[in-house]
């Protein structure tokens, strides 16, 4: 009875583990889009409007907004991904920091396996 019992628990804990990872693992992904996006849009800047880049970051503008502006939203964007990726990205079992590759079947401090 008690093996029984104690395998049920193991089972359940660990289709708990699998479903927090899963969350983890799309609000990963959703984390990048928007410094994928800053990336992109900075490039195409660059590209359509040149005189940019050998302005002053005071002294310019990009659609009315302030240079300055435009780099403190793309800053705090950036830093807060990183703070959020940091604690987000964890083993939900052991509370690791699962590294860069969001593609990883198990935790690689603790062995606990996500899928
Ligand atoms: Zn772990």
Known sequence: M?????GIQYKEVNTAVIKE???RKKRQVI???PVIAIILIGFIIRITH???S???I???SFLGIP???ICIIVGVIIIGSVIFSFLNWRCPACKAYLGKNTDIKFCPK????FE
């Open 2 to 6: 008690d093996e029984n019992f104690d």
């Open 21 to 23: 990872f899963k969350k």
């Open 31 to 33: 984390t990048t889009i």
């Open 50 to 52: 040149p005189e940019l």
């Open 54 to 56: 050998n302005a002053r």
């Open 58 to 60: 005071d002294e310019t």
């Open 67 to 69: 240079g300055i502006v």
């Open 110 to 113: 603790c062995g606990t396996k």
